[in-house]
Antibody
């Protein structure tokens, strides 16, 4: 069971980037899946969630700029990031909820680094 | 909005020590509090869910307790591989993490 992120990189302020997270040995669409980020040297911040029924939620800091989605045929989670700002610079992790009762994130990807800078 | 405050923010300890990390919520939360361990350059690892439930494969020297606003993570007999940063997390409304506690070698 694993998650593998990709798509990070260096992007100018105002630009867009799409992160991908490929899952192995479990089905993304039947789980609650999230993105969590960590700025360099800082703590963890929840970014977004997509529930198994497709409902999505976002942290206030990214609302209106980021979109979480999934491709069931590819068993992959995505995060479309638009209007990027310097304070979006962080390692982005995709994670799986341990269960549907909000008891923790049991599977984490290795992370993909996003750097927003001119 | 609920805030989670971990204390201490860092500590120095020796192998074999008993270490206690506290996570205090600014208002009462449900039992859905989790603890994670993060080593440098690695993703966090879930240690404890639902305040006190040890994840599979996590050594029994780790334990969690608490309710309401005050929660603790205890490591009974610190091992070399336990030097890391620990985060608490609650799910009362949206996922919120504490600021972290870095456990360093004395």
């Amino acid at each position: 069971v694993q998650l593998v992120e990709s798509g990070g990189g260096l992007i100018q302020p105002g630009g867009s980037l799409r992160l991908s997270c490929a899952a192995s040995d479990f089905i993304v669409s039947t789980n609650f899946m999230r993105w969590v980020r960590q700025a360099p040297g800082e703590g963890l911040e929840w970014v977004s969630v997509i529930y198994s029924d497709g409902t999505t939620f976002y942290a206030d800091s990214v609302q209106g700029r980021f979109t979480i989605s999934r491709d069931n045929s590819k068993n992959t989670l995505y995060l479309q990031m638009n209007s990027l700002r310097a304070d979006d610079t962080a390692m982005y992790y995709c994670v799986r909820d341990r269960d549907k009762t909000g008891s923790g994130f049991d599977i984490w990807g290795q992370g993909t680094m996003v750097t927003v800078s001119s | 909005a609920i805030q989670l405050t971990q204390s201490p923010s860092s500590l120095s300890a020796s192998v074999g020590d008993r270490v206690t990390i506290t996570c205090r919520a600014s208002q009462g939360v449900s039992s859905a509090l989790a603890w994670y361990q993060q080593k440098p350059g690695k993703a966090p690892k879930l240690l404890i869910s639902d305040t006190s439930s040890l994840e599979s494969g996590v050594p029994s020297r780790f334990s969690g307790s608490g309710s309401g606003t005050d929660f603790t993570l205890t490591i009974s007999g610190l091992q070399p591989e336990d030097f890391a940063t620990y985060y608490c997390q609650q799910f009362n409304t949206y996922p919120l993490f504490g600021g972290g506690t870095k456990v360093e070698i004395k």
